[in-house]
């Protein structure tokens, strides 16, 4: 079982930037991929970025290419996103997930496949 925990939420000015930190305890965090979401009051869900169990390859919502960037260290067991020139649409509370993966290339954008969440942070960015 893995648990999962966020960090460095917070308000914030349009053009300001946040990072936020997800550890995880519990299991092997390398196994893992590794997801961040997103859910805006009165909003589903949605994917904004995700990395390889390795870190080698990235993924992100086209909403947030360019400006926000998804990293990890497996020797903190933690994934971080870094979030620069953040726009008032960008409020959400921030998940964490984390996805088992049999090969070194997977991740995904679908929150259906992953199997372990944080409890959120809230980001709100202020006009």
């Known amino acids: 079982q893995v648990q999962l925990v966020e960090s460095g939420g917070g308000l914030v000015q349009a053009g300001g930037s946040l990072r936020l930190s997800c550890k995880a305890s519990?299991?092997?965090?390398?196994?893992?991929?590794m997801g961040w979401f997103r859910q805006a009051p009165g909003k589903e869900r949605e994917f904004v970025a995700a990395?390889?169990?390795?870190?080698?390859?990235?993924s992100y919502t086209d909403s947030v290419k360019g400006r926000f960037t998804i990293s990890r260290d497996n020797n903190k067991n933690t994934v971080y996103l870094q979030m620069n020139s953040l726009k008032p649409e960008d409020t959400a509370a921030y998940y964490c997930?984390?996805?088992?993966?049999?090969?070194?290339?997977?991740?995904?954008?679908?929150?259906?496949?992953?199997?372990?969440w944080g409890q959120g942070t809230q980001v709100t960015v202020s006009p």
């Open positions: 519990g299991g092997t965090f390398s196994a893992y991929a």
């Open positions: 990395i390889t169990r390795r870190g080698t390859s990235t």
């Open positions: 997930a984390a996805e088992v993966v049999y090969t070194v290339q997977d991740m995904s954008f679908d929150d259906r496949r992953y199997d372990y």
